[in-house]
């Protein structure tokens, strides 16, 4: 058995962790002093709480490569086979971190590591993917060409409510020089090349929504798509996002996940968007 590690930054429908045996390695989430761990003493609903209650900015925090290689020690056995995927390495240390780690377990432990150029759902749908694979019997070599062929087609599009968080975090190119001057614009932001930028701006939600639709559609076509709706703490607006979405895309699925809190720490509250990759994607 090959053991599928990722981190917090993923997002998956609930289940999914159990259904196809991934194992999340936590991410923190620092509020001033006082750090905590996504999934364990933070979750969705409190996050957004502490934001409203301390008036902070979190940033994220990574974890160890000894507290990595700590991870990889309670989930496999000495000899046994990791496919470690993350976090696009442009985006956070973590993949940094990983491949320290999985040198320091070299003689324990026969770890990949794997940049996802990525995050989110698309972290999430990848998982799953090589998950399928092994229990159809490929090898890891196999299915990291597979998760490089994926990761070329994978469309990840957000509008953000707010430019807080995206400022002071710095996760997005562009930002910082519109914070300030147009504090009402709603940015869309691109998934390309492993970093997020900010491919629109737009005054209104309504429009920002529909500018995202119009991005996804040029780049499916009319093929069959894996969808993704994701949002932070706007469930109607996701809601209403996955019926136009049925309505426009031939869909061979639609799921509708919360972001995870290391993802919203940096994109804020409000944001909203797709993620998407044709049914059939190979090189």
Request: aromatic content about 8%; proline content about 5%; glycine content about 6%.
């Amino acid at each position: 058995m090959i053991h599928i590690v990722t981190d917090g930054s993923v997002d998956m429908p609930p289940g999914w962790a159990e259904k196809y045996q991934i194992n999340i390695l936590p991410l923190m989430v620092r509020f001033g002093e006082k750090v905590y761990t996504s999934g364990v003493d933070i979750f969705p609903e409190n996050f957004y709480k502490l934001v409203r209650q301390t008036g902070i900015i979190p940033k994220t925090s990574l974890p160890s490569p000894a507290k990595i290689a700590d991870f990889y020690r309670s989930i496999a056995k000495k000899g046994e086979k990791i496919l470690s995927m993350h976090v696009s390495s442009k985006l956070s240390g973590t993949f940094a971190a990983v491949q320290m780690a999985a040198r320091d377990v070299e003689g324990e432990f026969n770890v990949t590591a794997f940049d996802s150029c990525a995050g989110s759902v698309a972290l999430g749908f990848m998982c799953r993917e090589a998950r399928i694979m092994e229990n159809a019997g490929y090898n890891i070599q196999a299915i990291v060409d597979r998760m490089e062929s994926l990761k070329k087609h994978i469309t990840v599009i957000f509008t953000l409510d707010t430019l807080e968080f995206a400022h002071l975090n710095g996760r997005v190119t562009a930002i910082q020089s519109l914070f300030g001057s147009f504090l009402k614009i709603k940015p869309i932001v691109l998934l390309k090349d492993g970093l997020l930028e900010m491919a629109d701006k737009v005054r209104t939600r309504s429009i920002s929504i529909q500018r995202v639709l119009e991005t996804v559609e040029k780049r499916i076509g009319n093929r069959p798509v894996h969808i993704a709706v994701v949002h932070a703490s706007d469930p109607a607006a996701a809601d209403d996002l996955v019926r136009q979405v049925k309505q426009r895309f031939s869909c061979r699925e639609v799921i509708i996940t919360e972001l995870s809190i290391p993802v919203a720490a940096n994109l804020g509250p409000g944001t909203i968007g797709i993620v998407a990759y044709p049914d059939y994607v190979r090189e």
